[in-house]
């Protein structure tokens, strides 16, 4: 669960803040993961943010999630840190660019 707090929403240590003007679609589940989608003012892109608790560890987990979206790697994952969070970024192209 989420705690909205000081305009930023906060999950197990980390907390983003989403910009004015963005849909939330809080619909969405996926065997037993969190996952919502924001959705752009001008509906020109959304965002699917989604908490796994049970993982296999962040390269896998993304090199799978490339593979089921049949995506071509432009950029292939590589370690990021901020605000002290550590993590993983790609950049990649599927179908819909």
Known sequence: MFQYK??????GGAS???PDGYF???????EGDI?????????SFAIDVRIEMDLDGILTEMQNML??????????PAPLQMNG?????????????
Request: proline content about 4%; aromatic content about 16%.
């Open 85 to 97: 969070l550590n993590g993983y970024h790609t950049t990649y192209r599927n179908h819909r660019s």
């Open 35 to 43: 996952l919502f989608r924001l959705h752009a003012p001008d509906q």
């Open 16 to 18: 983003f803040q989403i």
């Open 24 to 30: 939330f679609d809080s619909g969405r589940q996926d």
């Open 67 to 76: 593979d089921d979206f049949g995506s071509d790697v432009v950029y292939p």
């Open 6 to 11: 000081n305009h930023r929403l906060h999950f």
